[in-house]
């Protein structure tokens, strides 16, 4: 995984909370500076623990290949090559025996122009914008072999304004057990904690994302892997 400080040398209001379920796992995140566009993404692969993990070093690999390599620094078409390669990779024979990839959120961030150009499989973000959440659009399809396998990733522009905070997220948070009767903490929720602790420092944001997260566990299992990346612009 990239360093989290070299990350914030890009975006230095940035905070990563990554909590594995296993040693390794299948959510992972990914950024590099590529000219004034600094690309960054958070990935929930297919399965945890080792699994998982190889999954990672697979999807990780193709992103090195399509953005550092070959320079592609739009989103749709960075998810439209990625979900090619990995059904080259995992289905070489044209069958549909392994349905593995990603759900992914994948961000291009333009710093000097104040544009973001992001393109969403599955999993959605949230943007903390005067004390209003609003939540990106998203495929409902992932970064592989699926239904929809011919239908291109969709390119969305927006631009960004002074201290709005943006929160790249899987769904491991929110589909945690806990609470005082083992329920599932959800979206709705998770939305409450960013909007009440949005105006935070990004290192305060993390502790607690941390705290209420080991509150709402308590003595249960952790259920899958959790990644949250917050930033503030």
């Known amino acids: 995984l990239v360093d989290e400080k070299v990350i914030q040398s890009y975006l230095p209001n940035l905070f990563i909370f990554y909590l594995p379920k296993d040693i390794v796992s299948g959510d992972f995140y ?21 699994p998982g993990a190889f999954m990672s070093l697979l999807n990780i690999s193709i992103l090195n290949e399509l953005i550092i390599e070959k320079g592609i620094t739009r989103p749709d078409l960075i998810l439209n090559e990625a979900r090619k390669e990995i059904i080259r990779s995992l289905n070489p024979e044209g069958g549909d025996e392994s349905k593995d990839g990603m759900d992914c959120i994948l961000c291009a961030f333009d710093l000097k122009k104040g544009k973001l150009q992001y393109a969403c499989a599955n999993n959605s973000f949230y943007l903390i914008r005067e004390n209003n959440v609003i939540i990106s659009e998203t495929d409902k399809m992932p970064v592989g072999l699926s239904h929809d396998n011919e239908k291109s990733f969709t390119l969305h522009e927006m631009e960004f304004k002074k201290n709005d905070m943006l929160f790249l997220i899987t769904d491991g948070y929110a589909d945690q057990f806990g609470g005082p009767k083992g329920n599932k903490f959800k979206h709705k929720q998770l939305q409450d904690v960013l909007l ?18 080991e509150k709402w566990k308590g003595h249960l299992e952790q259920v899958d892997d959790v990644c949250v990346i917050g930033i503030k612009m």
């Open 196 to 213: 009440r602790i949005g105006n935070l420092s990004t290192d305060d944001q993390k502790k607690e994302l941390s705290s209420e997260f």
């Open 30 to 50: 990914w950024c590099s500076k590529i000219d004034d566009n600094i690309i960054l993404a958070a990935i929930d692969c297919t399965g945890h623990g080792v």
